[in-house]
């Protein structure tokens, strides 16, 4: 304490603004604790959710694969039979083996940046 201010009391204003401030402050801090556990809440749904689409992705590349496969093999059987009308056969079966990969391409890179850096949830 100063000169100036040794042994002058403590104003009612002053009272004031520390009850102010002490209850702003328990607000905030209140608001805080709340709105972190609604992120980490939040997080936990969209890690699960993101966990869900990943093994979803996985099932489709896999099917799309494999139909890829018998695709190609029928493709194979077409050219050497060579039954009346192969050759749109055959491009029916090209085009649906492109639209496969087309499908498998955008799933493997398509991101859903649940723990990105960037975001809340890391």
């Known amino acids: 304490m100063t000169k100036e201010t040794k042994g002058k009391p403590i104003t009612h ?3 004031t603004m520390l009850v102010v401030i002490v209850v702003l402050a328990g607000g905030f801090a209140y608001s805080y604790a709340s709105l972190s556990g609604r992120i980490s809440t939040v997080c ?14 996985n099932n489709i590349t896999l099917t799309l694969q494999s139909q890829m496969s018998s695709d190609n093999s029928l493709i194979q059987t077409l050219n050497s039979t060579r039954p009346a009308g192969y050759t749109d056969m055959i491009a029916i079966l090209n085009n649906e083996i492109t639209q496969d990969l ?4 955008l799933g493997t ?14």
């Open 13 to 15: 204003q002053t009272i």
């Open 102 to 105: 087309a499908l498998i391409n």
């Open 44 to 57: 936990q749904q969209a890690t699960s959710i993101a966990l869900e689409e990943e093994s979803l992705i």
């Open 109 to 122: 890179t398509a991101e859903v940046g649940v723990n990105s850096a960037s975001g809340p949830c890391h």
